[in-house]
């Protein structure tokens, strides 16, 4: 009788679907188009930049614009719409890479690695932390991430681990890298410009930042992996590993190396050299690393003896095994659409602004720290952020006494850290879909370290703040 009350309860709290969580937030959005009045900042180009930024000094009060029942509805296509470059480009990253799986050379690459590693594999976890920590501290890996994420997870279970380790260990490196941002022109670069600062000054302690955060990022990881490998059942994404269980790769039975997979795999690599070098050389974004992954896709296909139908076919299947967290971005999406057409968003970001003012300036940088968290929520873009609070943060470090180089590292990890939980991260929601990993159960694995990475941050703000960290 107990243990049916117990079944009941588990029932009853159960965390309701991803679609409901976003669609419940895009609500209270909606409510509080209502609620909050609106405003807006002007917008001015910069002479110097040619960006377009905000007049911290030209907050006014618009008219009122709520979400009607029907603009509600009208707030996910609107959505879908406006995150539709990121939607499309996971449907071909997931179609292009079930095409390269389906010729056989991605399991049979992994299964040697796996067997060099096999009584190494703790070395996999840091290896990876520290390799996409250099892309994300560079080219601001976020979205580009993605990509990488099925080769981590298949080498990940051919050593014993879960989808959720190989997931973080490509996902949380770019992050431990785009946050402490030593070299990031997305987002310091741009904010160091607002800031009128010398380009990625202050790097020697970003660079300890992000020493630290792999450290961190490195132990978390590895416990938690530890315990799966030891026990599957204790895996948070054990389901999904049942699921799954067929497409591990036995390093007991490999696959036969045949010569296209050479072909294949070299395909796969030359492609993504050609991504590295067009986002370092060429300024590409989504639609060109896209249209490079579906010919990466298409060639690998061909040289591995699929033939064009095949081709097809695994592409399709590839497509539709990533619906649900495809159109999981649009909706996210939908939340910033209520929130922009309800004229909120600048009103909040004006009234956290002010708040900060009212702080001792001893801890005023902290609030400006939690401040950017929470703006994070509503403008995950890096350089959207920074373009929309650091006109404002500037000017407020400058009347609170505290270096703007400080302000900059605020708004950078204001705007990292959270980037790898909420749920209106388009990259996030992204690498979750190419992983099958729900939301729910990600935040499950990852909020005990984001409350570290978090508490880690204010403790290194203090200390910038201490130092006069600068130049200036």
Same mark, same amino acid.
């Given at each position: 009788?107990?243990?049916?009350?117990?079944?009941?309860?588990?029932?009853?709290?159960?965390?309701?679907?991803?679609?409901?969580?976003?669609?419940? /937030?895009?609500?209270?959005?909606?409510?509080?188009?209502?609620?909050?009045?609106?405003?807006?900042?002007?917008?001015?180009?910069?002479?110097?930049?040619?960006?377009?930024?905000?007049?911290?000094?030209?907050?006014?009060?618009?008219?009122?614009?709520?979400?009607?029942?029907?603009? !509600?509805?009208?707030?996910?296509?609107?959505?879908? +719409? %406006?995150?539709?470059s990121?939607? &499309?480009?996971?449907?071909?990253?997931?179609?292009?890479?079930?095409?390269?799986?389906g010729?056989?050379?991605?399991?049979?690459?992994?299964?040697?690695?796996? !067997?060099?590693?096999?009584?190494?594999?703790k070395?996999m976890?840091?290896m990876? *932390?520290?390799?996409?920590?250099?892309?994300?501290?560079?080219?601001?890996?976020?979205?580009?991430?993605? /990509?990488? $994420?099925p080769i981590?997870?298949?080498?990940?279970?051919?050593?014993?681990?879960d989808a959720?380790?190989?997931?973080?260990?490509?996902? =949380?490196?770019a992050?431990c890298g785009?946050?402490?941002?030593?070299?990031?022109?997305?987002?310091?670069?741009?904010a160091q410009?607002?800031g009128?600062?010398?380009?990625?000054?202050?790097?020697?302690?970003? =660079?300890?930042?992000?020493?630290?955060?792999?450290i961190?990022?490195?132990?978390?990881?590895?416990?938690?992996?530890?315990?799966?490998k030891?026990?599957?059942? !204790?895996?948070?994404?054990?389901? !999904?590993?049942m699921?799954?269980?067929?497409?591990?790769?036995?390093?007991d039975n490999?696959?036969?190396?045949?010569?296209?997979?050479? =072909? $294949?795999?070299?395909?796969l690599?030359?492609?993504?050299?050609?991504?590295?070098?067009? #986002? &370092?050389?060429?300024?590409?974004y989504i639609d060109?690393?896209?249209?490079?992954?579906l %010919?990466?896709?298409?060639?690998?296909?061909?040289?591995?003896?699929?033939?064009?139908?095949?081709?097809?076919?695994?592409?399709?299947?590839?497509?539709?095994?990533?619906?649900?967290?495809?159109?999981v971005?649009?909706i %996210?999406?939908?939340? =910033? /659409? #209520?929130?922009?057409?309800?004229?909120?968003?600048?009103?909040?970001?004006?009234?956290? %602004?002010?708040t900060?003012?009212?702080?001792?300036?001893?801890?005023? /940088?902290?609030?400006?720290?939690?401040? +950017? #968290?929470?703006?994070?929520?509503?403008?995950?873009?890096?350089?959207? +952020?920074?373009?929309?609070?650091?006109?404002?943060?500037?000017?407020?470090?400058?009347?609170?006494?505290?270096?703007?180089?400080?302000?900059?590292?605020?708004? +950078?990890?204001?705007?990292?850290?959270?980037?790898?939980?909420?749920?209106?991260?388009?990259?996030l929601?992204?690498?979750l879909?190419?992983?099958?990993i729900?939301?729910e159960?990600?935040?499950k694995?990852?909020?005990?370290?984001m *409350?570290?990475?978090i508490?880690?941050?204010?403790?290194?703000?203090?200390?910038?703040n201490?130092?006069?960290?600068?130049?200036?």
């Amino acid at each position: 009788m107990s243990q049916q009350k117990n079944e009941q309860k588990k029932k009853f709290f159960k965390v309701p679907h991803t679609y409901v969580i976003l669609f419940l /937030v895009i609500l209270i959005m909606a409510i509080f188009t209502y609620i909050i009045p609106a405003g807006e900042f002007d917008r001015v180009k910069d002479p110097n930049t040619g960006r377009t930024v905000v007049d911290p000094a030209s907050f006014h009060s618009v008219d009122q614009n709520p979400t009607g029942f029907f603009d !509600l509805w009208l707030s996910v296509p609107a959505g879908m +719409q %406006a995150a539709a470059s990121i939607i &499309f480009f996971i449907f071909i990253v997931g179609g292009s890479f079930q095409i390269i799986t389906g010729t056989g050379a991605i399991e049979a690459g992994i299964s040697r690695i796996a !067997l060099k590693l096999k009584d190494k594999d703790k070395l996999m976890i840091p290896m990876f *932390l520290i390799l996409f920590s250099i892309f994300g501290g560079t080219i601001g890996m976020a979205e580009e991430a993605i /990509v990488f $994420v099925p080769i981590g997870i298949a080498l990940a279970r051919a050593l014993g681990y879960d989808a959720i380790v190989g997931t973080a260990m490509v996902t =949380l490196g770019a992050a431990c890298g785009f946050t402490s941002g030593f070299m990031n022109p997305f987002t310091v670069g741009v904010a160091q410009g607002i800031g009128e600062l010398p380009l990625f000054s202050g790097i020697a302690l970003r =660079l300890v930042v992000l020493v630290v955060m792999l450290i961190i990022t490195t132990l978390y990881l590895l416990r938690y992996g530890a315990r799966v490998k030891e026990n599957h059942s !204790l895996s948070i994404v054990a389901e !999904l590993e049942m699921e799954e269980k067929d497409s591990v790769i036995d390093l007991d039975n490999i696959p036969t190396y045949e010569k296209q997979h050479t =072909l $294949v795999l070299l395909t796969l690599v030359i492609g993504l050299g050609f991504i590295i070098y067009g #986002v &370092f050389k060429l300024g590409w974004y989504i639609d060109e690393i896209a249209a490079t992954f579906l %010919a990466i896709g298409v060639i690998g296909g061909l040289v591995g003896k699929l033939g064009p139908s095949k081709v097809s076919q695994e592409f399709v299947t590839g497509a539709r095994g990533i619906v649900f967290g495809a159109l999981v971005v649009g909706i %996210a999406r939908g939340i =910033l /659409v #209520v929130m922009t057409d309800g004229k909120i968003i600048d009103a909040i970001i004006n009234g956290l %602004a002010q708040t900060i003012s009212t702080l001792p300036q001893a801890i005023s /940088v902290v609030g400006m720290y939690i401040v +950017q #968290v929470i703006i994070n929520f509503f403008i995950p873009s890096g350089s959207g +952020q920074a373009a929309a609070t650091m006109p404002i943060m500037i000017p407020l470090s400058d009347v609170l006494g505290i270096n703007r180089q400080v302000a900059v590292m605020a708004y +950078q990890f204001g705007d990292g850290f959270t980037n790898s939980i909420i749920p209106t991260s388009a990259a996030l929601m992204g690498v979750l879909s190419v992983a099958k990993i729900s939301y729910e159960k990600w935040v499950k694995f990852l909020w005990p370290l984001m *409350l570290i990475w978090i508490g880690t941050g204010a403790v290194f703000l203090i200390i910038a703040n201490l130092i006069n960290y600068g130049p200036f």
